[in-house]
C-alpha cells in the first residue's frame, strides 16, 4: 500500500506500443513517491523482440478484453488507483471508470469511444493499414518506419522516429480499431461508456491539434462535450504529435497529469469490498 496522499498509478497503453514505453513516466512518477504499475496487455508479457517475432498471440483482442484484463490488476490493489491510458489506453480508462473504477483518470490523446463522430482524414490515413483490410480484425499488423513517423512522431525528424520506432513499437491487434470505427452502429460496442454517470471518478483528457495525425483535438474536444456528469476537463498541448509521452517536452504532459490527478483523487472513495463489475463483450 502506498503512502497517504500517493495513490498508486497505473499506465496504460495503446496501439502499437508496449509497456516499456512508459519507462519514463514510471521512474518520474516513482522519484514523486508513488507506486506505479504499467502492465501490458494480454499476450505482451515477453520482450519486445519476441512480440515483433510472433505477435500472434495478440490475435483477435478487442477493447473488451483488455479492459476486462486492467480490472483484474485494479481487484489486486487495496485502493483504487489513479488510471493514465495514451489513445487505445485512454479508451480503456474511459471504460473503467464507466465501470466504477479508479480514483481519477487520465486519457491521453483518447481514441474515440462510442457517440464520438468526428473523422477526421489523417486519422483515417494513420488506421489504414489496419483498416484497409477487413481480415486484420483477427490479426495483428505491424507498422512499417514510415507509417510509424506519420502516425505517432511527425513532428520528429525522421531519425529520432526510426529510433523510437526500433525502441517502442509493436505489431497490434487490428480489432481494437475495427471496434472503434463501427461502434456508433453497435449498442453493444466495446468502446460504450455512459456519459451521465454521476458518480464517476474525476477525467482529465489531454490533447493536441492538428500536429497529432492519429487522434487529432477535435476527436478529443468532441469527447469532453458529450460528457454531461462529474468532473471532465481538458487540457491541450498545441503541437505535439501522437506519441506525446515519449517525444520532447513529455515531462510538462506527465507532470500536469499527476498534479491534476493527485488534486482530484482522494475525493474519490476507495472500493467497496466484494463488488462485482460486468465483463464487456463486443
Not at 27 to 52: C, F
Request: aromatic share 8%; with cysteine; charged share 20%.
Amino acid at each position: 500500500m502506498t503512502a497517504p496522499g500517493t495513490p498508486t498509478v497505473v499506465l496504460i497503453h495503446g496501439l502499437w506500443l508496449n509497456p516499456v514505453s512508459w519507462q519514463p513516466w514510471v521512474e518520474r512518477y516513482s522519484a514523486a513517491g508513488h507506486r506505479v504499475l504499467a502492465p501490458g496487455w494480454p499476450g505482451m508479457d515477453v520482450s519486445v523482440e519476441q512480440l515483433n517475432r510472433d505477435p500472434s498471440p495478440m490475435n483477435g483482442l478487442g477493447v473488451g478484453e483488455v479492459s476486462d484484463s486492467y480490472e483484474k490488476v485494479l481487484d489486486t490493489l487495496e485502493e483504487e488507483p489513479i488510471l493514465m491510458g495514451h489513445s487505445f489506453g485512454g479508451t480503456v480508462v474511459q471504460v473503467l471508470l464507466s465501470r466504477g473504477r479508479g480514483a481519477a483518470g487520465v486519457a491521453i490523446h483518447p481514441a474515440p469511444v462510442k457517440g464520438v463522430l468526428r473523422l477526421p482524414v489523417s486519422a483515417l490515413r494513420a488506421s489504414s493499414p489496419v483498416l484497409l483490410n477487413p481480415a486484420n480484425r483477427k490479426r495483428t499488423v505491424a507498422l512499417t518506419p514510415a507509417q510509424w513517423h506519420y502516425a505517432f512522431c511527425n513532428t520528429l525528424p525522421r531519425d529520432a522516429s526510426d529510433e523510437l520506432y526500433r525502441r517502442y513499437h509493436v505489431p497490434a491487434p487490428g480489432r481494437p480499431l475495427f471496434q472503434a470505427a463501427t461502434a456508433n452502429l453497435d449498442p453493444n460496442a466495446a468502446t460504450k461508456v455512459d456519459f451521465r454517470k454521476p458518480d464517476r471518478a474525476p477525467l482529465l483528457l489531454i490533447g493536441s491539434d492538428r500536429t497529432d495525425h492519429t487522434v487529432p483535438g477535435s476527436i478529443v474536444r468532441e469527447t469532453k462535450a458529450r460528457y454531461h456528469s462529474g468532473v471532465v476537463e481538458l487540457k491541450e498541448y498545441p503541437g505535439r504529435p501522437h506519441f506525446t509521452g515519449g517525444t520532447p517536452g513529455w515531462e510538462a504532459v506527465a507532470d500536469y497529469a499527476l498534479e491534476w490527478a493527485n488534486r482530484l483523487a482522494p475525493a474519490h472513495p476507495a472500493p467497496r469490498p466484494g463488488r462485482s463489475h460486468p465483463t464487456t463483450m463486443a
